[in-house]
Every structure is written in C-alpha cells, then in structure tokens.
C-alpha cells in the first residue's frame, strides 16, 4: 500500500471529525470544508510523524481548532467577531433563528428536534457560539477558551451564558 | 432556572446532537491535492521532505554562497565579523568566568588537603557561585557593565 493509499484510509476514518468540529466552529458548510481540507493538506505533510500516532486525532482537532478561529480572526470585521469594543448588554440580535421562529407552529414543532437545536447552534453570532462549542464539545474550561480567543473571563462567561440561554429557546415549549 | 441547570440541559441537548458527516467532496477534494502534491518532483515539494543527500547538498551549497557573499562583496566581511562577535563574545566571556570559576575550586580543594575536601566542596562551590552570581549582577547592574 502507498503512501496515497495510506493517506486516503487516513482522511476516510477522520474527515467526518474534523468536518464536525470545523462546522461547530464556524457555522458554515462551505467554510468547515475548506478548513477541513486544510487540516488534511497539513496532516499530509507530517504524516510520516502522525500516520500511526495514537494522537493523530487530538492533533488533528487542535490543528482543526487554530485553522477554524484564525478563519474567523480573518473575518473579524465582517462578523464582528469576539469584539470587546461593544457594550456588553448591547449583542444585537442573540438568536435568529428564535426571532424568527414564532411565526407558525410547524416552525416551533421543528425547533424541538435535534435538527433545530443544531441550526440555532449555527446561527449563534461567533462569539457566543465558539466558546460554547469550545466547552461543550471540546470540554475546555473557562480560562483556557479566554485564553485561547485572547478575550477576558468575564466575556467568555457571559458569551457563554447568553449562547445558552439563546438555545434553549430553541428546545424550551 | 439556575445558570447551573441551564449548563446541564444545554450540555445534554448539544452532546445528544448527531456529529455533521463531512460531505462527500471531501475526501476526493482533499486526495486530488495531494496526488497533485505527490506527482511534483521532489525539488517542488517542501525542503523538509528532500531526500537526505539532497537536503545536505543543499545546506553545504547555501553555506558556501553566503561565505562566497562575504568573502567577495566588501563591506560584507567587516560587518558579518561585527555581527559574529556579537554572538561570540558572550559565550567567550561565559568560558573565561567558568575557567576562573574551576581554577578558584582547584586552589581551594588542595589548600584544604584531601580530608576535608570531600565534606567542604558543595559549601565552597555554592559560596563561588553566589559570588560570582554578585559580582555579574553589579556589573550589569551597579557598574552598568564599564569596566
């Protein structure tokens, strides 16, 4: 078997990892899938190191992590990403999908579905849904998202718990 | 409901979640890459996956054309020796105060005789080096490093 073949087996067992921690990250298909082929493109130039590690997929979700928040520091503008210059009671819409979700009643028996909660999740503004997914799936504390998004405690909390209340609106009756 | 319960529910209603699948352009997208990458000639790729002899013949060629560079060019020679002392002068220094250092504990060690050697080594050598440590520290610091 080659080293191609090798590769190939290997962007098989992972891609659906790395797809689904980039696209809870970013909230968006097109984008998790140019990231995610990035994460590969690297792995592919270290894969004598990591092909049979044990810890190809914790580098590969690190790898995934730093791609998906430089993506969005880029686009830091556009999005208004992590953006400590406004006032903190002042996030502007929290939750479109919830805003948008009253209007008939098929909408609120959809939003009880998993389908729903993880369209809310993707529709969070960046900077609550990032650290959420950072705690709730990648299981960092506190002090290491702030760390990592270079944002004070006290946003990441507050972000955090805004996301939250955010998503329960989408599975509360 | 308390930001404590909210975190449970929310966590148990996102961890229930399916994980998105990677679409199936993926890893077609991501294999055409790299068999494009693998079909380039091994000088196209990254320096770091060269062939061994390669990469030395590299190091040795790019070595030379710098001393080449500096040799030939003038006002290159004078300032790459400014440059190298920059360098140098501290590790020289760092010697010079270590064969002190080493030539002080031989004079004491046989000054003391062979019997109380053994037992007065550690104190001595850590008395040198607070002494030493002092005398770096004021001239840097006190003396700004004049003399």
Same mark, same amino acid.
């Given at each position: 078997?080659?080293?191609?073949?090798?590769?190939?087996?290997?962007?098989?067992?992972?891609?659906?990892?790395? =797809?689904?921690?980039?696209?809870?990250?970013?909230?968006?298909? $097109?984008?998790?899938?140019?990231?995610? %082929?990035?994460? =590969?493109?690297?792995?592919? @130039?270290?894969?004598? %190191?990591?092909?049979?590690?044990? &810890?190809?997929?914790?580098?590969?979700?690190?790898?995934?992590?730093?791609?998906?928040?430089?993506?969005?520091?880029?686009?830091?503008?556009?999005?208004?990403?992590?953006?400590?210059?406004?006032?903190?009671?002042?996030?502007?819409?929290?939750?479109?999908? $919830?805003?948008? $979700?009253? &209007?008939?009643?098929?909408?609120?028996?959809?939003? @009880?579905?998993?389908?729903?909660?993880? @369209?809310?999740? &993707?529709?969070?503004?960046?900077? %609550?849904?990032?650290?959420?997914?950072?705690?709730?799936?990648?299981?960092?504390?506190?002090?290491?998202?702030?760390?990592?998004?270079?944002?004070?405690?006290?946003?990441?909390?507050?972000?955090?718990?805004?996301?939250? @209340? $955010?998503?329960?609106?989408?599975?509360?009756? | 409901?308390?930001?404590?319960?909210?975190?449970?529910?929310?966590?148990?209603?996102? #961890?229930?979640?399916?994980?998105?699948?990677?679409? !199936?352009?993926?890893?077609?997208?991501?294999?055409?890459?790299?068999?494009? !990458?693998?079909? !380039?000639?091994? *000088?196209?790729?990254?320096? !770091? /996956?060269?062939?061994?002899?390669? #990469?030395?013949?590299?190091?040795?060629?790019?070595?030379?054309?710098?001393?080449?560079?500096?040799?030939?060019?003038?006002?290159?020679?004078?300032?790459?020796?400014?440059?190298?002392?920059? +360098?140098?002068?501290? +590790?020289?220094?760092?010697?010079?105060?270590?064969?002190?250092?080493?030539?002080?504990?031989?004079?004491?060690?046989?000054?003391?005789?062979?019997?109380?050697?053994?037992?007065?080594?550690?104190?001595?050598?850590?008395?040198?080096?607070?002494?030493?440590?002092?005398?770096? /520290?004021?001239? #840097?610091?006190?003396?700004?490093?004049? *003399?």
């Amino acid at each position: 078997m080659s080293d191609v073949d090798r590769f190939e087996a290997f962007v098989l067992r992972f891609q659906d990892m790395v =797809f689904a921690t980039a696209y809870r990250l970013l909230g968006r298909h $097109a984008d998790a899938e140019d990231v995610s %082929q990035t994460v =590969f493109l690297r792995a592919y @130039e270290r894969f004598d %190191q990591i092909g049979e590690s044990p &810890a190809a997929a914790g580098w590969l979700k690190t790898v995934t992590t730093n791609l998906c928040l430089n993506h969005l520091s880029r686009h830091r503008a556009r999005f208004r990403l992590f953006s400590e210059l406004r006032p903190a009671d002042d996030d502007g819409p929290e939750f479109e999908v $919830a805003s948008q $979700a009253e &209007a008939t009643p098929d909408r609120l028996a959809a939003l @009880e579905t998993n389908e729903a909660l993880g @369209e809310a999740l &993707a529709r969070l503004p960046d900077h %609550q849904r990032v650290p959420i997914v950072l705690f709730h799936f990648e299981e960092r504390s506190y002090q290491e998202i702030a760390a990592l998004l270079g944002v004070s405690l006290g946003k990441v909390k507050t972000d955090i718990h805004r996301g939250r @209340e $955010a998503l329960r609106q989408s599975f509360s009756p | 409901m308390t930001p404590e319960e909210l975190e449970q529910i929310v966590h148990q209603r996102l #961890r229930n979640l399916p994980a998105p699948k990677a679409p !199936r352009s993926l890893a077609p997208a991501v294999m055409a890459a790299v068999r494009a !990458r693998a079909s !380039r000639p091994w *000088y196209a790729r990254p320096w !770091r /996956t060269w062939p061994a002899g390669a #990469r030395v013949a590299a190091a040795v060629s790019l070595t030379l054309l710098a001393a080449a560079v500096v040799a030939l060019l003038p006002g290159v020679a004078p300032a790459a020796v400014a440059t190298l002392a920059l +360098v140098v002068g501290p +590790v020289t220094e760092a010697v010079r105060v270590a064969g002190t250092l080493a030539e002080a504990g031989r004079t004491v060690a046989s000054s003391f005789g062979s019997s109380f050697g053994p037992v007065l080594i550690v104190p001595v050598v850590i008395m040198l080096s607070t002494v030493a440590a002092v005398g770096v /520290t004021l001239r #840097r610091v006190a003396l700004g490093g004049a *003399y």
